[in-house]
């Protein structure tokens, strides 16, 4: 065979995209953007067809399609979307219809609504379930203009629609505080007809109403499955109910009447309890007290939540209750107090009373690696001790109403440290070390950097060794 003649061979086997096995050619697709697939579509008819395979759209998210670059599109070609999330009001308006009626399935469904367009999103909600991928909802409804008599029907749709949704594992509803007060209205066998669907929800986060007549339907026919559950209200037979999960490890919820029925639930690992004065009755506390104290056998990770300055004897007395039973050791490894003005974290000038009782049984707390107090007191502070906590490694505070940089330079932190060998302080800065002008740190020109806002670090070990804590830009050694 002549030269000629092999170049001309070669140049047939010659290689390119429209060359390309099939299974090759969706490996290159899948580096391309959801615009740059839906533009392929327009090279060939082999190319329409194997760009929308659903495996290169399983990965896609959209957002608020009427807003991004062929959105609209997307809804009527695409085989599937990872997440769909429409989060403007008037993207409901604009693209109702379609978003109705697509074809494309989603696996994770995101919806900002007004009450007003409730009826629509129950609708997508069930064209959704037809098409069989549905696993996670979050929806957030507010209302603008709330009328009883004329959106109470339009909520009650939404919500058993998506009570009946089959097969999903996660719904987040959150509702604001007029549209959950219609709910305080319903009454309950308005929703006792519901006909339950098999359980599958792993993650229920549902902030509503203390009455509303759906959750406790949420709660009982998904009890099999659920292992986060998150409510905002306490309502009245949640914490029977919630002991009925065998496979509950995370749970935030207020106060609740019956609480040490929780104590069945035996794998609940991490807890957020919510403590206001609104919403706690004097009456539940010893019940929460002695819940705690058995809980903490068991629970690793708790948050206490303390809601609009919440100072009452019974409130703050709950923190001794982590000290646990007398001959079980609590397991506790992670500890955080938060203190909230609605959905607001507050920052103290003064340490919170919490922290006397803290103090007082914190040396019970030998499995702990984590604490989080926000103002420190210098009765706790004395109080820690490597011996009895010997696996601190972190303690996270704000600064009090004095200069950082003198109080890092005191006696007692320096014991602190070497009585914690382990341990790493993160102190927060809001505004800067302290006032201009300031007389310590005109007279010590040391660290200098805590003049900016924002976070450092304490520590003791040596810089080269790894403490498995990341430290903050700015640290600094304390030896």
Not at 57 to 84: F, I, K
Not at 135 to 162: G, I, M, Y
Not at 193 to 204: F, G, Q
Not at 410 to 422: A, G, S
């Amino acid at each position: 065979m002549d030269h000629s003649a092999e170049q001309s061979e070669l140049d047939s086997l010659e290689l390119n995209l429209c060359t390309l096995p099939d299974d090759e050619l969706l490996q290159v697709f899948g580096f391309l953007t959801r615009e740059q697939l839906l533009k392929c579509r327009t090279v060939c008819r082999r190319f329409r067809q194997l760009t929308l395979h659903p495996a290169l759209w399983r990965r896609m998210n959209l957002l608020n399609p009427s807003w991004s670059a062929l959105g609209a599109a997307t809804l009527r070609v695409a085989p599937c979307l990872r997440r769909l999330t429409v989060s403007n009001l008037d993207e409901l308006v604009l693209l109702g219809t379609l978003l109705a009626a697509s074809s494309c399935a989603v696996s994770e469904l995101h919806v900002v609504l007004d009450v007003v367009d409730a009826v629509l999103v129950a609708v997508v909600l069930a064209r959704q379930a037809t098409l069989g991928r549905l696993k996670e909802v979050k929806l957030t409804v507010t209302s603008t203009n709330v009328d009883a008599k004329s959106f109470l029907p339009r909520l009650r749709q939404l919500l058993r629609q998506l009570l009946s949704t089959p097969g999903l594992e996660s719904i987040e509803l959150d509702l604001d505080v007029k549209t959950a007060a219609l709910l305080e209205t319903l009454a309950l066998n308005a929703v006792k007809r519901a006909v339950p669907v098999p359980s599958s929800l792993r993650r229920l986060q549902y902030f509503s109403a203390c009455k509303d007549p759906y959750l406790p339907l949420f709660l009982e026919w998904h009890a099999a499955t659920l292992e986060v559950v998150k409510l905002r209200c306490g309502h009245p037979r949640a914490a029977p109910m919630l002991a009925a999960m065998p496979r509950l490890r995370e749970l935030q919820c207020p106060v609740l009447k019956d609480m040490p029925a929780l104590l069945a639930c035996t794998e609940l690992r991490s807890l957020r309890l919510s403590i206001s004065k609104d919403e706690s009755p004097r009456h539940l506390f010893p019940g929460v007290a002695e819940y705690l104290r058995s809980a903490v056998a068991t629970i690793e990770d708790l948050v206490l939540d303390y809601f609009q300055d919440e100072g009452r004897a019974q409130a703050v007395d709950l923190v001794l209750s982590l000290a646990g039973q007398r001959r079980t050791t609590p397991a506790l490894k992670s500890l955080r107090f938060v203190f909230r003005n609605d959905m607001e974290q507050l920052i103290f000038t003064e340490p919170q009373p919490q922290l006397r009782p803290l103090a007082a049984v914190v040396h019970r707390l030998k499995h702990l690696v984590s604490l989080n107090i926000g103002q420190f007191s210098d009765e706790l502070l004395d109080a820690l001790d490597g011996e009895f906590v010997p696996n601190l490694e972190r303690l996270e505070v704000s600064y009090r109403d004095e200069c950082p940089h003198e109080w890092i330079h005191e006696e007692h932190v320096k014991e602190l440290m070497q009585r914690c060998p382990r341990l790493h302080i993160l102190a927060v800065v809001p505004e800067g070390c302290c006032i201009e002008g300031c007389t310590f740190c005109t007279e010590n020109k040391c660290h200098e950097d805590l003049d900016l806002a924002g976070d450092f670090t304490l520590f003791s070990h040596p810089k080269e060794a790894s403490c498995g804590v990341e430290h903050d830009d700015i640290e600094i050694l304390i030896s």
